[in-house]
């Protein structure tokens, strides 16, 4: 019944998902990743734009440090080209004060990125 | 932050009532008296200490003398448990998947010094059939542990007809009943229970005191845990902590007087709690839909994560079978045995309701509960 | 009635003091918190909680980490002693005759489980000899249990001594040192004992609150004596009562501040009283003339029933060796176990002194002592 | 470490200790008895006169409800035969509310009585 607290950047990112949503426009990829035993589910969109990701969103079912992830990642994405999408998973889990046990569902936002990267990388840029 | 946060947590322990309070500052103000000391403040102690049992006992409808102190329904779990299985070596004990901690653990402990331990699992709603229970019990059952009121769902268990069965076989039986008092009718000649665990802390009065019930006629034979001292009829020594005494005596006293207009309060807030939430989409009532105490509303709410969801909730003081115990992070074990799956059983609100509680803080609780769990939703990948 | 009483009971119990008043009640007064949830409520529960275990340990020069609390020292001493000795079956266990009944009643249930168990005599001045402790140290012995302060003499054991003998052999030392915290030096790191049991209300503290201290490296294996919960590090399960511990922080923190100066003023109250005293013939002094705490002093008296001279000194609340233990009726066994005859041992009376006392109370203790005692002598038959 | 509550007759009785003492006058006749474990110690002092006791007196080493029976005793004694001085000693328990192990001392009480008045029906009257 109870859980560990919370660092303020996460509570503030839970409470705003920025970045968060289904994109409606055009030229969008998209990838996704599911844990079932916690039943964290993470959606990527990604668009590019000059073979470099121009804009990201994310759909997410998880925990405060994997939404708080999904955020932070939405607003690091832009700028990086496809095959440099990959995470400091550790770095953000110790900024995030995500318990080691979360790492797991870290993994399952790193995922559906790179998923979503896959997509793009097999575009015409 | 704004307002104080609402505290919808009574099941885990519940705020200490004025008059608890004041009864327990006399007795710490009083001269020191050590109950066992028979000078004239030794013998006041000893007064007040009577009193507080004659008042424990009186919720149950026992006298006093049924009545051992302890420091919690934790360890009059373990006496009842661990005391009456040590007392019988070598015999079957029966439970269910659903009890607390306290008397799952000193069952299993039970049975590493070489009883026979059968764990049944209730029905879907909570409850278990009597009969379930009269089926699994053989020649050398020796106990059978159920609680009255569960602390997660508040569903309540038919203890009158369980007792019946036990009787009929000559088998003990042990009720928690640390969420029932207050909350539910507790009379030992109706429940016929031969042991029964009480905490005050669950009913406004001081955490780290609680009661063993021990029937009179026949006298169930214990083995303490604890030695030396013979306080508690040999049953429980130490010097026994007065003021704690006095908070329990003074907490039963008010849900003697008062606890049946309150539970019946208590009741209809829930219900309006339930009302307020039950037309979301994907919310599920856990436990059986009218077999349950007034006190305690357990709901699972479809596509959301518990951890965001109880997060999300700043506002409120409420329990999730997100993380039952905060070293496991594992979904509630005891919405798992009513057969939810994991992500229901981990998206699941504990609303616990006590003593002062009024429907505006009722309908605030509901609408903030409403609002993260559509905001989680649209979250969430369709 | 004239006067209330003068109160030389403290190692009984002894009044609350009001600082360690106020911070329990203010812990009771804040919001409802178990230190077990997360919300902020709990977390300044487990804050405190987290703060009272420092100050404890802080006495005994041990990391709060150390510190397992309990309802008592009697829980305490159980926990060390049946812990320790259920964790390694089947072995060797020594202690003192003179021990508090929760030490020797646990090493007993220890010996109906098959351990072996030495109960050793003191000398006549209530100290063992290292080297006896020594002499029955043999290759099955597990734990050796002795008392740093005794409760009825106020002797003190030279548990450094004991404890080299015990470590040079890998044998666990269990320490009761109830009466000892905040009357005689209490650091580990010099008495180098595994266990320790404390109290809170020993030192005007609450009742119904102490602990067990246990060394970090190498750490003791202990069988919990409850189950369930989690608590405490799996050795004490239970919601935490954070006003009975922050008290217990309380008591302890002004025991380490203002201990020393108060044993040494005790010290002087205590010798003051047996000067008043120890002129009247036939009147002997219980225990070590100098290795003794500083708040206990024990006096037999020849030709006068302790019965009655406990009844007659009405101004006076102090114990008497005349029947410890309401129930038995038997003269004390610790001064039969150093040789005092039964009328001398029945004749006895404990005098133990608290903070506050002051030397003409002491005065008048003892001029109502050699009132009575003369007065009863003169009804005496020659 | 603990007593029973006395009744007030009882701490009355204690306090006063009325008809304590030796006598010294001529004509007294003593009888004692003793419990050892106790160490409980009685001694009765009678005088007679035309057959009848005419004062009784004690010494007592005891607890509370023994000096008190003695007390009791001594106010009682004088008017009686040497042969009528049969305390009803559970009567007397129950007035004093003695607890039953008290019993065992209050036999000293009554057989030091006895052991004197034995000595007075010795005696020419
Ligand atoms: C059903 C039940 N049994 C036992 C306990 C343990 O009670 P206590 O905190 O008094 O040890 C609790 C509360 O935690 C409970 O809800
Ligand atoms: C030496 C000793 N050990 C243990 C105890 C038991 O302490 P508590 O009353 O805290 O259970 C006492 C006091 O009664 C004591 O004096």
Redesign the pocket.
């Known amino acids: 019944m109870s859980l560990q607290g919370y660092s303020a950047e996460v509570l503030d990112l839970l409470a705003r998902a920025p970045g968060a949503g289904r994109p409606d426009g055009v030229g969008w990829v998209s990838g996704e990743a599911r844990e079932p035993l916690t039943a964290t589910h993470v959606r990527f969109h990604l668009q590019a734009s000059a073979g470099r990701i121009a804009a990201a969103r994310y759909e997410v079912r998880g925990c405060p440090h994997t939404i708080a992830l999904a955020a932070l990642a939405a607003a690091w994405l832009p700028g990086r080209a496809p095959a440099e999408v990959v995470l400091d998973v550790r770095a953000l889990a110790a900024r995030l004060q995500a318990p080691i046990g979360k790492l797991g569902r870290f993994l399952v936002v790193q995922e559906a990125i790179g998923a979503a990267a896959l997509q793009l990388a097999g575009r015409p840029a | 932050m704004s307002a104080p946060p609402l505290y919808f947590d009574h099941?885990?322990?519940t705020p200490l009532d004025p008059r608890v309070r004041a009864a327990m500052f006399a007795s710490l103000d009083a001269a020191p008296g050590n109950p066992s000391a028979t000078h004239a403040a030794g013998r006041a102690a000893r007064e007040r200490v009577e009193e507080a049992r004659a008042e424990v006992g009186a919720l149950l409808g026992a006298p006093a003398a049924a009545i051992v102190f302890t420091?919690?329904?934790?360890?009059?779990?373990n006496l009842a448990i661990l005391g009456a299985g040590r007392a019988r070596p070598g015999g079957h004990v029966v439970s269910l998947r659903t009890?607390?901690r306290?008397?799952l653990d000193a069952c299993r402990r039970l049975e590493r010094e070489g009883h026979r331990l059968t764990l049944l699992t209730p029905a879907r709603d909570g409850r278990v059939d009597p009969a379930a229970i009269a089926a699994v019990l053989g020649p050398t059952t020796t106990l059978v542990s159920v609680?009255l009121?569960?602390?997660e769902t508040g569903v309540i268990q038919d203890i009158a007809a369980i007792a019946a069965e036990c009787r009929r076989r000559g088998v003990l039986l042990h009720v928690?009943a640390?969420?029932a008092a207050g909350r539910v009718p507790l009379d030992v000649s109706v429940l016929e229970a031969d042991l029964v665990?009480l905490?005050?802390?669950?009913i406004h009065g001081p955490?780290?005191?609680?009661a063993l019930y021990v029937r009179r006629e026949p006298r169930p034979a214990l083995q303490p845990l604890l030695v030396g001292g013979g306080q508690e009829g040999g049953l429980r020594p130490g010097t026994l902590p007065v003021h704690q005494l006095v908070g329990m005596g003074a907490a039963f006293r008010l849900a003697r007087i008062s606890g049946p207009a309150e539970a019946a309060a208590l009741g209809l807030l829930r219900d309006r709690l339930w009302s307020a939430l039950a037309d979301l989409p994907g919310t599920y009532l856990n436990g059986h839909p009218t077999a349950r105490a007034p006190h305690i509303l357990n709901v699972s709410f479809e596509g959301v994560d518990g951890e965001a969801l109880l997060a999300g909730l700043g506002g409120l003081i409420v329990a999730s079978g997100a993380a039952c115990g905060a070293e496991s992070g594992e979904p509630s074990y005891v919405l798992r045995a009513l057969g939810r799956d994991d992500a229901l059983a981990q998206a699941s609100l504990r609303f616990s309701l006590g003593r002062g509680q009024t429907a505006p803080e009722v309908d605030a609780a509901a609408a903030q509960v409403r609002e993260v769990v559509l905001r989680l939703r649209s979250l969430a990948p369709a």
Do not use: I, L, P, Y
Not at chain 2, 207 to 210: K, L, P, R, S, T
């Open positions: 099941a885990a322990t420091s919690g329904a934790t360890e009059a779990d009890e607390h306290a008397v609680m009121v569960n602390n928690d640390a969420q665990s905490s005050a802390h669950k955490v780290g005191v609680g």
